[in-house]
């Protein structure tokens, strides 16, 4: 019911920075929550951000003061700006979006981020 497609994930080197788009079609939820979720192979899949409707927004301890959040409603667009970037960020980064009404959550195919040692 919903489709997520992300953009903007490449190589870039250690402190560089890179800003991810993930735009949301279909039957889009009036109360709604978009974010962005990242994984290793091997790995347990971890929480990076998220952002209500309403601009609330929640981050990861590993990332706060590096990444920003934002959306753009209008767009259905969430976007990732990640600043000062580590090797250990190095992941697929996932769009998420939770329909808040029946709790349904939405995956994206991802997008490889690869921060160079």
């Known amino acids: 019911q919903v489709q997520l497609v992300e953009s903007g994930g490449g190589l870039v080197q250690p402190g560089g920075s890179l800003r991810l788009s993930c735009v949301a079609s279909g039957s889009i939820a009036g109360l709604n929550s978009m974010g962005w979720h990242r994984q290793v192979p091997g790995k347990e899949r971890e929480l990076v951000a998220t952002?209500?409707?309403?601009?609330?927004?929640h981050y990861a301890d590993s990332v706060k003061g590096r990444f920003t959040i934002s959306r753009d409603n209008a767009k259905n667009t969430v976007y990732l700006q990640m600043n000062s970037l580590k090797p250990d960020d190095t992941a697929v980064y996932y769009c998420n979006y939770r329909d808040i009404m029946d709790g349904r959550d939405y995956w994206g195919r991802g997008t490889l981020v690869t921060v160079s040692s």
């Open positions: 952002a209500t409707r309403g601009g609330t927004t």
